[in-house]
């Protein structure tokens, strides 16, 4: 038997004024065939557990198409179209097959398509007809539509966030397969979508408010004929009707079984949704409460929260240390001029320079200093542990790391980076130990790295495409009504 590969992955943050081309997925992954194998199959990522448990099974993977981008905004109506088109034509060549393993991400948005993983998903039913199984992955940010749902037999998201669990999940949707395969299961599913937004603070899935929600997911899975459950809290940062949180349950045979049990989950949302309001710490008390806590802090930037598709150059927080000339800080910046600048400057001179706030202006002003370049990295990098994101290998372009006169250590980097291995800064000869303050430009993602070293971990909620108020956002096209918009 044959079984093909294939996926197309972006989570699209529609606040964001720069769209996602094609130039962004050639900067992330666009691979076909052999150099998806090469590329994933070792990692934990999902499209590894993939490969894992076919071979296991002795069953032939056939990786068709797959590609990646970082997040960033609406994916341009060129590209989606491209990336389809690619999509098919390679699934076109790549024979007969028996079934399709997917790896959507389900929080993607193009123009003129708000439902992107819906669209392309659906374009692939229809060339495979009805019969054909199609078992896929989501990540648990996914902004679940019911296009996504009716074109694939079943769909089964990640349980942990940050997501340590890519590779097994993937493995698991495999197994999944395989058992449909050889007629032991025959999976049917069914969807629920509350009308509640979680919100990105509240996403920690080893904490309360959702270790309790997925304790209750994890106790349905006992029942006979229920073969997986899921939980989407959603993508916040999109303004589509998708946006939100959903649940799908997957029962062997019994759409009715499926059903009711997913109804048990959306009714526990409903019932509990006030305990998935944020708490809220702004700027200067967080780094007050930074300066009094065990050391290293963690500082999460939530309003440049590169994983949620945001700029890389926020200063709010570089600002507020260098006001307060906290010289033991470190932050990374996305500024490609800067380290154009510094490294024209060279090793150990000063330089003056501008960081930051140029991508557009909800991020902070560009930050004015007189800084001393200390070293330049070519900025390549790779992780062995599971990290959020299930990659190995990392780029992030000619690197420069400046000291401002007393204040903060920055890392300029050419390229957009997610804060989701320290490898990226032990490769630049950052020691993260020695810091009092550690940036890091997300949420719920950089703790599987930062927290074995940070006693201390806080949020902090700066301005921005992805800020911790969501309901400051000018959302058109969100679902009505939907909490905590409306109560
Ligand atoms: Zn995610």
């Given at each position: 038997m044959r079984v093909g590969i294939l996926g197309i992955q972006h989570e699209s943050n529609?606040?964001?004024?720069v769209p996602t081309t094609m130039e962004h997925f050639r900067n992330g992954a666009m691979l076909t065939g052999e150099g998806i194998r090469s590329q994933y199959?070792?990692?934990?990522?999902e499209l590894g557990g993939f490969f894992a448990a076919l071979d296991a099974a002795n069953i032939e993977a056939v990786p068709i198409y797959f590609a990646w981008a970082l997040p960033s905004g609406t994916i341009t109506a060129e590209t989606a179209e491209e990336l389809i088109e690619q999509l098919l034509r390679e699934f076109a060549a790549?024979?007969?097959?028996?079934g399709l393993l997917v790896a959507p991400h389900g929080a993607a948005v193009s123009d003129p398509y708000p439902d992107f993983d819906g669209q392309w998903l659906s374009q692939l039913r229809q060339n495979v007809g009805p019969d054909l199984p199609i078992i896929g992955t989501l990540d648990l940010h996914a902004n679940l539509s019911p296009q996504m749902v009716d074109a694939c037999d079943a769909l089964i998201s990640y349980r942990s966030n940050p997501h340590l669990d890519q590779r097994q999940v993937g493995q698991q949707a495999a197994e999944l397969m395989i058992r449909t395969l050889r007629n032991e299961v025959r999976p049917v599913q069914a969807a629920a979508f509350p009308p509640v937004a979680i919100n990105i603070e509240r996403?920690?899935?080893?904490?309360s408010p959702c270790r309790e929600m997925y304790e209750l997911a994890d106790q349905l899975l006992?029942?006979?004929?229920?073969?997986s459950d899921s939980i989407l809290l959603g993508f916040p940062y999109a303004d589509v009707p998708e946006m939100g949180s959903s649940f799908i349950v997957v029962a062997d045979g019994d759409q009715q079984l499926a059903e009711q049990s997913v109804g048990e989950l959306n009714e526990y949302l409903i019932q509990h949704?006030?305990?998935?309001?944020p708490d809220i710490l702004e700027l200067d008390a967080a780094i007050d409460l930074a300066l009094a806590s065990p050391q290293p802090v963690c500082l999460l930037d939530m309003g440049d929260n590169v994983g949620g598709g945001?700029?890389?150059?926020?200063t709010f927080l570089l600002q507020a240390l260098v006001d307060r000339q906290i010289d033991d800080a470190f932050v990374c910046i996305a500024d490609p001029a800067s380290v154009e600048r510094a490294a024209t400057a060279g090793l150990n001179n000063a330089v003056e320079l501008e960081i930051g706030?140029?991508?557009?202006?909800?991020?902070g002003h560009p930050v004015k200093v007189a800084a001393t370049l200390l070293s330049l990295h070519d900025g390549k990098f790779s992780e062995?542990?599971?990290?959020?994101?299930?990659?190995?290998h990392y780029d992030m372009g000619q690197t420069a790391i400046v000291n401002i006169a007393d204040g903060p250590t920055v890392m300029l980097t050419t390229r957009r980076m997610v804060p989701f291995s320290l490898s990226q800064l032990t490769s630049c000869g950052?020691?993260?130990?020695?810091?009092?303050i550690l940036v890091a430009?997300?949420?719920?993602?950089?703790t599987a790295a930062y927290a074995p070293v940070c006693p201390t971990l806080l949020r902090v909620n700066t301005h921005?495409?992805?800020?911790?108020?969501?309901?400051?956002l000018p959302f058109k096209?969100?679902?009505?009504?939907?909490f905590p918009f409306e109560r």
């Open positions: 529609t606040f964001l004024s199959a070792q990692s934990h990522h790549a024979g007969e097959l028996d996403q920690l899935t080893a904490d006992t029942r006979p004929g229920i073969l949704r006030t305990q998935f309001l945001s700029p890389a150059d926020s706030g140029k991508t557009d202006d909800r991020h062995s542990k599971p990290r959020h994101g299930g990659r190995t950052i020691e993260p130990q020695r810091y009092r430009k997300g949420v719920h993602a950089p921005g495409v992805t800020t911790a108020d969501m309901q400051s096209n969100r679902r009505r009504p939907l």
